[in-house]
């Protein structure tokens, strides 16, 4: 089936890092995304990574793909207050039934305490 | 900001009545998702117009219908809208290069429905 699973609350403090984990089904996934949601906003993306890759970083955002596991993680460095808010990961399952569909988890909240 | 829009930003209605909501694509994007984020969880997906055509549609009832316009812009209708309507309402654009292409999504700000 189509599942997507997600730890629901990471607390941590400003200047440490968080590390969001994130388990998915659908091995045909070509790409995998994280996306960061404040509150009362739409999805902004954050970072995406394909899935012949096992690491993509980009400034304090690093991610690691476990395609054997299905396991993806979101590390983000130096972590500030107004990293504060909600992340998904969602994966992307080919084929023509799944035209368009992005299957997303039920989301991480992250908490940066000062 | 992705250059993606959407109205109105919230909305309230009654059970039974009907309701249309727009999106405004990027500039450049040919493809428009829609998804419904229920509280506390995360968005599932609706269905996806390409060049003005239903694309792929996820686990919803046919009450649910869109449009997409030549300009790529595009509406969600709901029809006989119930209490579990209730939802944060996004879409999302893309350049889609052909009828299954899976091409990366930016999110417009959502519209909140409330059905009472």
Sequence with gaps: ?114 | ETGVTQSPTHLIKTRGQQVTLRCSSQSGHNTVSWYQQALGQGPQFIFQYYREEENGRGNFPPRFSGLQFPNYSSELNVNALELDDSALYLCASSLGTSGASQETQYFGPGTRLLVL
Excluded at chain 1, 12 to 35: K, M, Q
Excluded at chain 1, 36 to 53: D, H, R, V, W
């Design chain 1, 1 to 114: 089936g189509e599942d997507v699973e997600q730890s629901l609350f990471l607390s941590v403090r400003e200047g440490d890092s968080s590390v969001i984990n994130c388990t998915y089904t659908d091995s045909s996934s070509t790409y995998l995304y994280w996306y960061k949601q404040e509150p009362g906003a739409g999805l902004q993306l954050l970072t995406y990574i394909f899935s012949n890759m096992d690491m993509k970083q980009d400034q304090r955002l690093t991610v690691l793909l476990n395609k054997k596991d299905k396991h993806l993680s979101l590390r983000i460095a130096d972590t500030q207050t107004g990293d504060s808010a909600i992340y998904f990961c969602a994966e992307a399952p080919q084929g023509s039934s799944n035209t368009g569909k992005l299957i997303f988890g039920q989301g991480t909240t992250l908490q940066v305490k000062p």
